[in-house]
C-alpha cells in the first residue's frame, strides 16, 4: 500500500486523530489546512524512524501483532485470511479493531479492483516495512518475497509457473493473484507438477533441509561432484522465474547466495497439503501460553513445565565437589569420573538433572583443576576453596567463560564430553564458532517473549551451512555426527539452560530429559519415495520454548563474547550471583536451610559434615550422624564444626545440633580401624570386650594384643565390620585417608612430597646403617624398597639427593646416640670392675670354681655326675635295678655316654654301667 | 525489608517465624497450603491439589492466592507455581452432584467438558445417560465410585446431593459431667461443629476437622453428634481410642450405656452409637477372602459415621466408604497428609477440610499447655559397662534402660516439682516396681484390676498422691489422668501417632503457669541414645522446645531459663 495516497483518500478528522497518536505537532496552520496539505504534512514525517518507534510502542501487544502479521507476509493480507489468522470470531469485531487501528494510522485498507482478482486488504503501508524489524524466525513468506519482486519477474511467473499470461494492469494484483494460486494446495500441486524433474529434485533439496539452502549445494548435490551447466541453467530459472525459491540472502558471489523455499509453501507441502493459515501466535507460541490462556480443558494438551537454572550451577559445582571430597571416587582410564559415582550425585543436585549436566560440570572442575586425580581417586584440589572465596560472579565468569571457549565439550557429541570420551570423536563441527552464531541469533529475540524452538531452528540451519562450512553432513552410519539442529537443540536445551541464559518450556519433565541427548534417528530421514515430507526437526511431543532469563538479556546487551567485560565490574546487580550471604538457619530438627545466594566457600564447608537434603529456592541439608562421621573421617573436629555453624548461622544454635555434634566427636576414633595393617584399636577397653563378644565381628578376630588392639584376619571384609561397628553405635574412624585398599588386594598410599622425602631418608639411613656396621642387619630387603620408591627427576630438585642429605643428618644422630649409650654403659662397667677388685680377697686357696655347690641342687642328676667325673669324686647314689630292686651304692663316676653313666664301684670292685634315668637320687660322698 | 517466606518450585513454602509478618501469612497460609513440619525457625508448607481444592471449596480464588503468595515472597515465585494454582483451582466447582427427585445427576457449566467426561471410558462406566448438554445422570449407588473416578481424572466434584435422614437419637451434651465437672464447647469446638454441620443444608455434614493433639476433637464429635442427633457409627484406630470414645460419650452426653455398642473383636453389638475399629472392619480370614464386617455400614440407619484419624483410613475402607455417601460423614484428623499420599481419595469419599486451626493458636489462647522438652543424659554405672559391653543387641538396649542411676534422677525431678502431679512411664515392669518402692508411689500396670486403678486415679485427681508410676501399656489407656510433668524412663519411640497421643497426655491446660513438662531419661553413649535422637526429631519438628542436660542439676542452676521459656 503506498502511503501517499492512503494519506490524501483519509479525511482530515481521521489525519489529525492520526498525528494526535503519533504525537506529530500541528502548528495552526496545518491544524486548519484541508486534507491534502495535512496528508503532505505527515507523509514524511510518518516515514522517521523515532516518530514511528514512538507511536508503535504505544500500541497493545496484540495490536502490535497484528502490525507484525501483516508486515512478515509483505504488509497486506485479504481481509478474510487477516481475520483468520488473527483469531477474530467475527468480522464486525475486526472491522471495529482495524478503525481503531487505522485511527492511528497503523492499518489500512485497499480494494483491488482487476478484471484478474477483486479483493479487499488490510495491511501498513510500504515504508512501515523498512522500519520494523523483523527477526529472522519471522521471515520468509511467500507474500514478504512476491511483494519484493518486479513487474517483470511476476509476469515471469505467470507465464512460466501458471501457465497464464500477465494480462492484469497492476502489480498489486498479480502479487495477490500468484499468492491465492501457489498457497492453494490444489494449486500449488499443479505448479510442482509442471516443473522440470530437476528442478523438482533441487526443491526437495531445500526442502529437506529445512527449507533453505546454498545455492552451491545445489549445484553439486549430483552424484557427479561436477559443474553441470544445465543444471544451472535450470536452477536460475527456478529462482528467478517459479516463484517456488526466492534468494534469502544474497552474497558477493552468485552461488553463495541463500535460497529459501517460503515458509508458507513448505508448510502446505510438509503438512499433506493443508493450507497455511497459522496465526503468529501458532508461528512462535509457547506452551505456556497456550495453557494459560485457554477457556476450555484441552486434556490432550499437556501442562507444561518452566525449567529455569539460574542460581544453580554453582552449588551444584559445589555439592560435585562435596561429594567427591567425602566420598572416594574413582579415576576411569580415561580420566573421568565413573558413570556410577555421577549417578549417586545427580539426585543431589537441584531438581531435574541429568547424568550430562553433571558430567559437564566434572569436566569443568577436572579441567579447571578444582578435583585433582591422585592415584586413581579424585580428589579436591586445595584452591578449591581459595576459588570460591573469590565470589560467586567471578566463578560464574570463568563457568560462562569455559562453554564459550571449550572444545573439550561439544554439543554436537552426543555424550558432551570430548576429552574423556573412549573414542575420539572425529569431524565434529567447529563448535566455538556455532556458539557464537546461536549467541547472535539469540541477541535478535525479543526479550521476554517465549520462541519455539523449531522456529528458531529453522532460520539459524541454513546459516550453519553458510557460516560453518565444511561441516560433515550427518550419515546415520556417522557414530558421532548429528544433525545441526540437535546440535542447537544441545545448546539450548542444555548449555544455556544450566548457564541459565534461557529459561525452557516443556510438555513435561520426561521430555526435557531427552532434549539434547537425542540421536539422528529422530529426525524424519529423508525419504526417496515421499520427498517433499520430513526433514522439519523434532515430533510434536518433544517440541519446547525457551526464553531469555532475565540474566540472558542483560548478557546479551553486553559485549557477550568477552566475558571479561560482561562482568568488567562485581558485584553487578544487573548480573546473577551479585550478592552473597554468609548466613544460614540452622533448626532444632538438625535441619540447616541455608538462602541461595549463600557464600560458596560456606556451603562447601558445611556440606563436608552435612547431606543435601534438597536442592531449591532454599538449599536445605541435614546433620546425621553419618554425615558427621564422613565430616569427622575427613579431618574435622566438633570445635571446628561447631565454630562454622555458630559463626553462619543466622540464630542461636539449637541446643540438640551442638550435643549431636560433641556426642559423635567423643564417640568418633574410639574405635581406630587401620586398613594396611588389618587392625582395631580401641582407647576403651571396654569396646575391646564389646567387639569381641560381637558374634559378627568375632570370626575377623585374629589376635587380642594387650586391652586395647585386636589383629584382624587378612581375609576380613572391613566394610562389614565398619558397618557392624556402626551398627554397634561407633563411629569408627579409618586410620588413614590416605590409603586405599584396591580391588586386586593392593594398597594405595598417597604422600605429600615432604613425607615422600622423609621416608627415602629413612631408608636411605638404613642403608648406610648397614654399610656402617658391616652387617646385613635388614637382610637385604631395604635396598630394593629404596630402588622402588627413589625417582630420577632429572629437572627438578632430586629427591634422592635430598633423602641422603637428611639420611645422613639421621645417622649423625644416631651415632651420637649410640654414643651416648656406649659411654654410659662403660662408665657403669668401670666402676663395677673397681668394686669388684676392691672386694676380692688378696690370699687364700684359688680354686677354680666359686659359686654354689652344684650338689645342693638336688634335681639335676647329670651335673652332679659331670662334677664328679671333672673333680674325681665319690657319689652316692640311689638306684633302681632292672629288675626293680632300689639299692643305695657309692660310686666314682668315669664318664658320661648319652644316657648311661660309666663308674668304678669300690664295694664290689668292678666296673659298672648305670643308666641315668633310674638314678632316683645322687649325693656327693664324703 | 526482606519477607517472610520463600516458596519453592516443588510446591513447599518455607515461613520463617521469628518474622514480624509471620502471623498474618501464617494465617493465609494455612487456607490453601498443610504444615508439614514446624521446628522452630522455618516451619514447611505444601501446596498440593488438594489443599487447593480444600481452598476453593471455601471460596477461596486463583487470584487471591497468588496475590498473598505475592505479597509473603522473599524471592520471586518459581514460574510453574503460579501457573499451577491457577490450573487447581479452575478446576473446581466445574462439576457438580445435585439430587433431583430419586436421580442424581452430574452437572457442568461446560457442555465440553460433560462430553469429554461422557467419552471417558473410566468416567463413563458410572453414568446411566445424557440428561442433555451439561447434565448426565449417574447411576444408582455409584456416587462414591463416580467422586472418587473424577477426583482421579483431576476433576473434583462438588457434591451437594444431600444426605440420607438416619434412625433418630436422642442425645445431648450434659453441663456437667459425671464425674461432676463443669463442661461445655469451647468456642473454637463449637465454631468447628458449627461449620461442618451448616444446619444441617447440603453443603455441610461431610467434611475433615483438622486440629492438633489434646484440642478434643472427640468432643467436637460429641457436639456435631448432639447437632445431629441420629444413629451413629464411630470407627477409630484401636480398641484404646474405642474405649475411650464410649467413656466419653458416657462421661460427657446424656445417652445411656445401653444406647452405646462395642464392636469388637469381644463384642460385636449394634446399637444406636456403635464404636468400632478399622482393623475390625478390614478384618478377613484369609488374603482373597471378603472382609467379614464391611456389612456394618448397612447394618443400621447411620445418620452419621464419623472416621477418627481419618489420616489413617485403610485403603480397604475406601469403598466401603465410597458406597454410603448417602450418609453424613465426618473425619477428624490431625494432619491431611497421609504416608500413602492418597489424601485426594479423603477429599473425595469423606469431604473437604472444613477448618484447621494450628496449635500454636491453641497454646497462645490458652487451650493446651506449653510443652517443654528435656533430655537428661545419665551415665552407665560402672560396673554396668562390662555387662553391657558384651551384651547383646536387645539386651544392651535393656541394661541402658533399666540403668539405675536413672531413679537418683528421677527422685531430683520430683523434689524440682514438688506441687506437680507427675508421670512416670516406663517400659520394663521390674524398674518400674524399683522405683515404685523408691518412692512409695502407686503403680499401674496391664494387670492391675480396674477397681483399684480407678481407685489410684480419683487419688491421683484428687492431689491425695502425686507421683504415678505406669507402664508403657497403661500409658495408652485413656482414663489415664491429666498430668504437668511426664518423667519417660525407659521405653523405645513409638510410632508418630502414639508419641503424639502421650504428649496430649500432659498437653491438657494447667491451672497456674499452664506449662507441661516432658522429661526423657537417656543413658548416655548406648543404643537407648538413638531412640532418642528419633524422639527429639519428632519433637523439634513439631515445634517443641527441646532441651538436652547431663544431670538435674542444670534444670536447677538454670532456673532463669526456664523462666524465660515460660513467658
Known sequence: MKLKSLLRKSSPERLRSIADFWEIPLNGQSAAADGETLADYLYPRLQSPSHFRQAYEKLGAREREWVYLSAIHGGELPVEEFRRRCGFDSGQRMSEAVTRMGERGFLWRERIRDKLIGLDLVGIPEPFLRLIELPPYWQGFLGFYLHGLGSVQLKWIMENTLGEGGSSRGKQALVHYVRRRMLDPEGLKHVLSGRHPTQLEMFQQILHKNGMCAWRDLLEAGAYKRFDHGRSELLRELVEQSGLVFVYRSASNMYNNLLIAPRDV???????????????????????????????????????????????????????????????????NNGSLGRNDLKKIVPLLSHNKTLKYTTYL?????????????????????????????????????????????????????????????????????????????????????????????????????????????????????????????????????????????????????????????HNDEIAPYDPAHPLTGGLVGRDDTRFCFKLSDFGAVLLSRPYLNPEKVFARMPDPELPYCEETLYFTVQPNQEIITPPDLALDRLFRVLQFANIKKVDVMTTLSIT?????????????????????????????????????????????????????????????MHLEEIKANSKIAPAIKDVFGDRLILLNRTADFKKIARELQRLGHMPHVDSDSLYETNDGLFQVTLRTDELYDLLAILRFAILMEGQTGESIFEERVRPLFQRLSINAQDKFNPKLYAESIAKVFLGKFEKATQKTVDAATKKYRRQVNRLMTQMPRTGSCSGYRGQNPATEPPDITRLIKYAIENEVQVRICYQRSSGEVVDEVIEPEGLQAKKVHAFCPDQGAHHTYALERVRSASISG | MEKPLIVQSDRTMLLETDHPDYEEARDALAAFAEIVTSPEHFHTYKITPLSLWNAASAGLSAEAIVESLHRFSRYPIPQNIEYDIREHVARYGRLRLLEEGDTLVLESDDPLLLEQLWHDQRIRVFLARKLGKRRAQVQKGQRGFLKQALIRRDFPVEDLAGYQEGAELSIALRPVTLAGRHFSLRPYQRDAAVVFHQNGGPAGGSGVLVLPCGA????????????????????????????????????????????????????????????????????????????????????????L???????????????????????????????????????????????????????????????????????????????????????????????????????????????????????????????????????????????????????????????????????????????????????????????????????????????????????????????????????????????????????????????????????
Not at chain 1, 573436629?637 to 555453624?645: D, G, H, K, R, V
Not at chain 2, 478390614?282 to 477372602?289: D, L, V
Not at chain 2, 507441661?516 to 513439631?542: D, G, M
Open chain 1, 625 to 685: 550422624r553419618e554425615s558427621l562421621r564422613a565430616g569427622l573421617d575427613t579431618g574435622l573436629t566438633a570445635p571446628m564444626m561447631i565454630e562454622l555453624l555458630g559463626a553462619c548461622s543466622r540464630k542461636e544454635l539449637p541446643e540438640t545440633v551442638r550435643q549431636l555434634v560433641n556426642e559423635c566427636d567423643s564417640c568418633h576414633g574410639e574405635v581406630d580401624m587401620g586398613l594396611a595393617g588389618g587392625y582395631l584399636k580401641v582407647n576403651d577397653p
Open chain 2, 216 to 303: 478434643g476433637k472427640t468432643i467436637i464429635g460429641l457436639g456435631i453428634l448432639e447437632a445431629i442427633g441420629q444413629h451413629t457409627l464411630v470407627v477409630v484406630t484401636n480398641i484404646t481410642a474405642l474405649r475411650q470414645w464410649r467413656d466419653e460419650l458416657l462421661d460427657k452426653t446424656t445417652v445411656a450405656p445401653e444406647t452405646i455398642g462395642e464392636y469388637s473383636g469381644e463384642i460385636k453389638a449394634i446399637k444406636p452409637i456403635t464404636i468400632t475399629t478399622y482393623q475390625m472392619l478390614t478384618y478377613r480370614k484369609s488374603k482373597n477372602a471378603e472382609f467379614v464386617h464391611m456389612d456394618l455400614f448397612d447394618s443400621n440407619r447411620w445418620g
Open chain 1, 362 to 518: 566434572a569436566l569443568f572442575a577436572i579441567v579447571r583443576k578444582l578435583i585433582i586425580a591422585v592415584g586413581n581417586q579424585w580428589r579436591v584440589s586445595g584452591s578449591l576453596i581459595q576459588w570460591l572465596q573469590q565470589g560467586p560472579q567471578a566463578c560464574f565468569q570463568e563457568v560462562y567463560d569455559f562453554w564459550l571457549t571449550a572444545n573439550e565439550w561439544n554439543e554436537e557429541f552426543v555424550d558432551g564430553d570430548v576429552v574423556h570420551a573412549d573414542n575420539y570423536p572425529q569431524d565434529l563441527i567447529n563448535i566455538t564458532e556455532l556458539r557464537k552464531l546461536v549467541l547472535r541469533m539469540l541477541r535478535k529475540l525479543p526479550s521476554h517473549a517465549w520462541i519455539d524452538f523449531n522456529t528458531f531452528a529453522e532460520s539459524l540451519l541454513p546459516q550453519i551451512a553458510i557460516e560453518l562450512p565444511g561441516h560433515v553432513e550427518p550419515s546415520p552410519a556417522g557414530k558421532f555426527n548429528r544433525h545441526p539442529s540437535l546440535i542447537i537443540e544441545s545448546m539450548l536445551a542444555e548449555s544455556l539452560y544450566w548457564l541459565g541464559v534461557i529459561a525452557l518450556g516443556v510438555a513435561d519433565l520426561n521430555v526435557a530429559q531427552r532434549l539434547g541427548s537425542r
Open chain 1, 266 to 332: 513448505a508448510y502446505t507441502i510438509q503438512s499433506g497439503y493443508r493450507k497455511d493459515e497459522r496465526s503468529l501466535e501458532e508461528l512462535g507460541r509457547p506452551a505456556q501460553e497456550i495453557n494459560a490462556t485457554r477457556v476450555r480443558p484441552r486434556p490432550q494438551l499437556p501442562s507444561s513445565v518452566i525449567l529455569d537454572n539460574s542460581n544453580n550451577i554453582l552449588r551444584d559445582l559445589v555439592i560435585l565437589c562435596a561429594y567427591i571430597q567425602r566420598n572416594p571416587v574413582k579415576m576411569l
Open chain 2, 305 to 567: 459415621i464419623i472416621y477418627d484419624e481419618v489420616h489413617l483410613l485403610p485403603a480397604p475402607v475406601f469403598r466401603a466408604v465410597a458406597n454410603i455417601q448417602g450418609k453424613r460423614r465426618l473425619g477428624l484428623t490431625a494432619t491431611l497428609l497421609r504416608e500413602d499420599g492418597k489424601e485426594s481419595e479423603v477429599f473425595s469419599l469423606i469431604g473437604p477440610k472444613k477448618i484447621d486451626i494450628p496449635w500454636k493458636t491453641l497454646e497462645r489462647q490458652g487451650w493446651i499447655a506449653q510443652a517443654l522438652c528435656t533430655e537428661i543424659r545419665i551415665d552407665l554405672p560402672e560396673p554396668l559397662r562390662h555387662e553391657y559391653a558384651v551384651a547383646d543387641v536387645k539386651a544392651k538396649f535393656r541394661i541402658a534402660s533399666e540403668n539405675e542411676d536413672k531413679v537418683h534422677a528421677v527422685r531430683e525431678l520430683i523434689l524440682l516439682h514438688p506441687d506437680d502431679r507427675i508421670l512416670v512411664i516406663g517400659q520394663y515392669l521390674n524398674q518400674l516396681e524399683k522405683v515404685a518402692a523408691e518412692f512409695d508411689a502407686p503403680i499401674i500396670t496391664g494387670k492391675t484390676p480396674n477397681k483399684d486403678r480407678e481407685r489410684i486415679y480419683g487419688d491421683f485427681r484428687a492431689g491425695r498422691i502425686h507421683v504415678l508410676i505406669v507402664s508403657k501399656v497403661a500409658n495408652f489407656s485413656v482414663d489415664l489422668p491429666d498430668a504437668s510433668v511426664a518423667i519417660q524412663i525407659s521405653g523405645t519411640f513409638g510410632s508418630r501417632q502414639e508419641e503424639a497421643q502421650r504428649l496430649g497426655r500432659i498437653l491438657r491446660p494447667k491451672t497456674g503457669r499452664n506449662t507441661a513438662h516432658f522429661y526423657t531419661l537417656v543413658t548416655r553413649e548406648t543404643r537407648e541414645r538413638q531412640f532418642a535422637i528419633k524422639r527429639q526429631l519428632f519433637l523439634t519438628e513439631q515445634g517443641y522446645r527441646y532441651r538436652i542436660i547431663d544431670s538435674v542439676d542444670q534444670l536447677v542452676e538454670e532456673p532463669e531459663t526456664e523462666q524465660r521459656a515460660i513467658s
